[in-house]
């Protein structure tokens, strides 16, 4: 099931192969985004999620998430944004980057912070709020990939089709050669299981609106 991120990160501490992987697989795609809206080049995106793996590895101290000083998505994006100001200076292209996201050019590189401080953990800049979307994202992405992971692969593809997909029961009845009412039951059993993810979720994000098909 959903493991918290106090927990990843504890076991990620512990030097647990299987954490750092799942970390990876979870927030490569957030990386990315963000990235590619901070006008950086796919391969740099890439650095950008490895110099981030290696501050944390390495056990930085103003990497270290601290539960009592604010939300780990707050925490996380303080890291992604000083991590991508080093390498947008360190490739002298920081003062002429082009923002992606028109809504956010005149404000993004101000957000970015020359360097990270304790008193960094502020939710009210422009690059949060950009961070904020992209994390709500990245968190339907993962839930969604929980229930694929956990459900048998037909059970999935049923609630793929007429959860998600929108198709009428009828049709996929008689596409896989099954009863409406076994339908029913199929969507039934994901949308519990997918409550319980998302209820999991929801108890580290309680102001977040997971907009998942329930």
């Given at each position: 099931?959903?493991?918290t991120?106090k927990?990843?990160?504890q076991?990620?501490q512990?030097?647990?192969?299987?954490s750092?992987?799942?970390?990876?697989?979870?927030?490569?795609?957030?990386?990315?985004?963000?990235?590619?809206k901070?006008g950086?080049?796919?391969?740099?995106c890439?650095?950008?999620?490895?110099?981030?793996?290696?501050?944390?590895?390495?056990?930085?101290?103003?990497?270290?998430?601290?539960?009592?000083?604010?939300?780990?998505r707050?925490?996380?994006?303080?890291?992604?944004r000083?991590?991508?100001?080093e390498?947008l200076?360190?490739?002298?292209?920081?003062?002429?980057v082009?923002?992606?996201?028109?809504?956010?050019?005149?404000?993004?590189?101000?957000?970015?912070?020359?360097?990270?401080?304790?008193?960094?953990?502020?939710?009210?800049?422009?690059?949060?709020?950009?961070?904020?979307?992209?994390?709500?994202?990245?968190l339907?992405?993962?839930a969604?990939?929980?229930?694929?992971?956990?459900v048998?692969s037909k059970t999935?593809?049923?609630f793929?089709?007429?959860?998600?997909?929108?198709?009428?029961?009828?049709?996929?009845?008689?596409?896989?050669?099954?009863?409406?009412?076994?339908?029913?039951?199929?969507?039934?059993r994901?949308r519990?299981m997918?409550r319980?993810?998302v209820?999991?979720?929801?108890?580290?994000?309680?102001?977040?609106?997971?907009?998942?098909?329930?």
């Open positions: 099931m959903y493991t991120k927990t990843l990160l076991r990620m512990n030097c647990d192969e299987i750092w992987e799942e970390f990876y697989r979870i927030y490569w795609p957030l990386v990315l985004d963000i990235g590619r901070l950086m080049p796919q391969d740099n890439a650095d950008l999620m490895q110099e981030i793996m290696i501050g944390l590895f390495n056990g930085e101290p103003l990497l270290r998430y601290d539960p009592a000083k604010g939300k780990f707050t925490y996380f994006g303080v890291l992604v000083h991590k991508a100001a390498m200076r360190k490739s002298a292209r920081f003062s002429s082009p923002a992606q996201n028109p809504s956010a050019s005149s404000s993004l590189p101000d957000a970015l912070p020359a360097s990270l401080t304790g008193d960094d953990l502020d939710e009210n800049n422009p690059f949060q709020s950009l961070f904020d979307e992209e994390y709500r994202k990245c339907l992405s993962a969604m990939n929980e229930l694929r992971n956990t048998e999935y593809a049923i793929e089709m007429v959860v998600l997909q929108e198709r009428p029961q009828k049709e996929v009845a008689r596409c896989l050669g099954i009863s409406r009412a076994a339908i029913d039951v199929y969507c039934s994901c519990k997918l319980k993810i209820s999991d979720i929801r108890v580290e994000n309680p102001d977040f609106n997971l907009d998942i098909p329930l």
